[in-house]
């Protein structure tokens, strides 16, 4: 496509020029071989990733520009991936590229770890619906990343099972509560569907979709409001459910929750673009079997829905080859080539807009359903996220223990919930930031 | 028998110093280092100016006694140290009653098999960690566990939870401190056990009498490890965490010392609590060590 | 005075029922949970969450090939980098400590309690504690994500030092010493010719424990090695089952690869079982 060819180039021309001139952020010792104009030899990069296959689309590149190689080193993901990264910044030797998740680049940013790109990829802004250009520029005017694929949440269920049970797909999530009782009444043993008190990613979309603002900037100071009423909503909702038992409390992605799913236990998981990989890796016999649907919505008619997961590039701050790096992270993330590669190879569902266009065909899981990427394109012009703060992994740390406790306790999951905003604020205030209420 | 009192050649060479050298720069290095790097940290902690992204936002100042005093007063870590309390009572008596057990039994001169115990015994400590979730899930949850179609159960509920983990403690534990203990006891020479069997002593005699008095010190030390070893508690729970909804994320103060420094990224007060806990084990164990002193090293016979 | 009966075992013994039944008890006991991992690496991936937990599967051979190619055989890779970490650290932490442990029990000299304290109080140190301050301290020297920074560190065990000294208290008789001294051997001598052959046993149950530690340990090589090519077993298994929020757990690879994981240490354990089957004839000098 010409225009993007164009932002490559002029791209690469505000690269070349910002490496020839002189480089702006202050660098370490080595920082002296970037600022000469004639760099000897090809530039070297590290880039820590998760995405299978990424060395082969890294292979892609090395072989068009041999002057910029590239090295993938595969990493563990979560957030062991993200210590890793800082504890490696704050010794001085990080690798040039690393995958951050979108939740986590805010940290990365409170520790001076990654470099501001605005310069050299601000070009790209482009490229990425307002959303999620939202998240890499944490509402400032600098970026910190490139954002590379998003996670919008829709409705996983089990299509032949719910014919069984005589269900009709949930529009709001009144009638999910109703399918709820309907399928405990027809078959004590099965749930259609679970909470899980593990995985706060999956809380944080489906607080979203409500319309919730954890963090925000106002000023100089943030605001914290993990338990803004549209969160207490939801919390609400799935707490009456599990209490009245219509729900299961079991986490996801445990031996046993991986049994559910392929017993027909479990008839629904409300969850991202990327489950049709866990399901066919862990249910592969029920292949064909299930469907998607928008996300059941608290007012019927609309059409919202929330982000789980999605990661971006970030360059080292700490990197002496930040342009370069920064040419590799542009490129990867909306060349048509490398988009293509990234959901092929990858299986990630691209952040960049023109990226669904490179989805063709249903997953093979999913070959019951041709209109799937369709379906999900719609399904994602409506998924909204919220900023980030700076202490995130406190919050989820935080949800987990309380949520683990209202479980057992069979206690409101608002209250929880205080918990959890409690531990947030606490930990900023010792921190030392300027927080309104 | 002629033994000096304390065993050994006085020597006023620097031989010795020197057949250490090895083993001090190591810990100089990798021990003693990284410590007072730690000790240094629980003093400081983070302060942040303004919004806190972007460059210089972030400092660290000095902290005082701050750490300290928030370890100290922290409610959730007692109440670890309770748990861990019960837990490790429960193991160390379980898992050192059995190595002790089967040690002897590996020693006696009637066993078949040894071999093959002695390689089974061995096994759980050669599964390395990150199947163990796996692992335990499969045998620990509902669904998936052969234990359940016997006992109707809860494996992983509020009560129940701690025994579970002391199963995967003793298992794991059990082969390393029976050979720890059965490497001591083929050292001593056979003809020790000859008086006593001309004399008539039956195996079991031999075994109380004459085998368990020279394993004490073996038997203390290792005891001593055990504690240590228990009070660090960290892998069982941490296994088991993701299953179920039993388990905090500060279960035992170890795992407290993990959040801080892995997950929230406060290694400060990560610091603090593991000087805490540090002091804590070396109270625990040295004073064990202080009241069975005498039996602790065999060259004051 | 003669010494014959010293093995004890050219007379009849009577074979045992009961000790050999309760050791049978304890090693089902183990055995049972590795035998697992056995059963769940034989499943493939439809087999593995639809059949009944330790019934046999069909999918052995498909998961072996599916790890073998699995990123061009970087499995491979990981479990040469183990033997390295593994048998390089257990040699270099053997040596080590026999020498410490034998210096420690056979000498006296200013500071050997205190010395010996310092080097035990180590293990009231966790390794969840050391490991970012290692990792910061290798950074500095600038040898942060090379074979070095999971080597050394490792090489220091104080539980191998205890042991040692243990073993060379009750092995080597410091009447042989004398004798060696008065017949004019050097320090080296004494060391190498007589006290270490002692304590062979013992330097091997410290070879073994610390052979097995190296080769299970994760959280240092996690901490110290970016670069995935550098990853022991440990690390890069744990890539497949955390890899990431979006990607699925290679739960089929994994578990294949921890039973190839397993085999080596028991080779490595039947290879070292028959120095248990010594006893010490040095014994005979013991009055």
Partial sequence: MPTNRLVAVATALLAAALAAGCSGTPQEAAAPEARSSAPAGPVKLTYWTWVPNMDKIATVWNQANPDIQVTISKQAGGDDAATKFLTAAKAGNPPDLVQAEYQMLPSFVAADAVADLSGEAGAAKGEFGEGVWGLVTLGTDAVYALPQDSGPMMLYYRRDLFDKYGIEVPKTWDEYAEAARTVRKKDPKVFLGTFSSKDPGSFVGLAQQAGAQWWSISGESWKVAVDDEATRKVADYWSGLVSEGAVDGQPYFTPEWNKALNDGRLLTWPSAVWAPGVLAGNAPKAKGRWAIAPLPQWNAGENLSGFWGGSSTAVSAKSPHLAAAAKFATWLNTDPQALGLLVSEGALYPAATKGATMLGEAPEYFSNQPDFWQQTATIAGGARGFTFGPNVNVTYNAFKDAFDKALQDRSAFSDALVKVQDATVADMQKSGFQLTR | MTRRPGGGVRTASAVPYLLLAPAMALFTLFMALPVAYTAYLSLRRTKVSGLGLGKGSRREVFAGLDNYAATLTDGELWAGWLRVLGYGLLVLVVMLGLALLFALLLDSAHVRLARFSRISLFLPYAVPGVAATLLWGFLYLPSLSPIRQVLDIDLLGAGTVVLSMANIAVWGGVGFNTLVLYTALRAVPRTYYEAARIDGASEIQTALRIKVPILLPAIILTTVFSIIATIQVFTEPTTLRPLTNTISSTWSPLMKVYRDAFVTGDLYSAAATSIVIAAISLVLSFGFLRVVRDRAFGEGR | ?287
Wanted: aromatic content about 12%; charged content about 10%; hydrophobic content about 55%.
């Fill in chain 3, 1 to 287: 005075m003669t010494t014959a009966p010293l093995t004890g075992a050219r007379r009849r013994r009577p074979a045992g029922i009961a000790p050999t039944a309760i050791l049978l008890l304890g090693a089902l006991y183990c055995l049972l949970p590795v035998s697992w991992v056995l059963v769940a690496a034989g499943k493939s991936k439809a087999e593995l969450f639809s059949t009944s937990t330790f019934a046999p599967g069909t999918g052995l051979l498909s998961n072996l090939a599916d790890l073998a190619a699995y990123r061009d055989g970087v499995f491979w890779l990981w479990m040469l980098n183990t033997l390295l970490y593994a048998g390089g650290g257990a040699l270099l932490s053997t040596a080590v400590s026999a020498v410490s442990g034998y210096t420690l029990a056979k000498y006296r000299f200013p500071g050997r309690n205190l010395i010996f304290n310092l080097l035990l109080g180590g293990v009231l140190v966790p390794a969840v504690v050391l490991a970012i301050p290692q990792y910061l301290l290798f950074s500095r020297i600038g040898l942060a994500d090379t074979y070095w920074s999971v080597l050394l560190p490792q090489i220091l065990s104080p539980y191998g030092i205890y042991l040692a000294r243990v073993y060379a208290t009750a092995a080597v008789p410091d009447a042989l010493l004398e004798a060696g001294r008065i017949d004019g051997a050097g320090h080296r001598s004494l060391l190498l010719r007589i006290a270490l052959p002692l304590m062979l046993p013992g330097m091997v149950t410290i070879f073994l424990f610390q052979f097995v530690a190296i080769w299970n340990n994760f959280l240092l090589p996690f901490i110290m090695l970016g670069d995935d090519q550098r990853f022991p077993l440990t690390v890069g298994l744990y890539t497949l089952l955390a890899a990431g929020a979006n990607q699925p757990s290679l739960y089929n690879l994994i578990l294949t690869g921890t039973l190839l994981s397993i085999i080596p240490l028991i080779a490595l354990f039947l290879t070292m079982q028959r120095y248990w089957r010594t006893d010490l004839a040095g014994g005979a000098v013991k009055g």
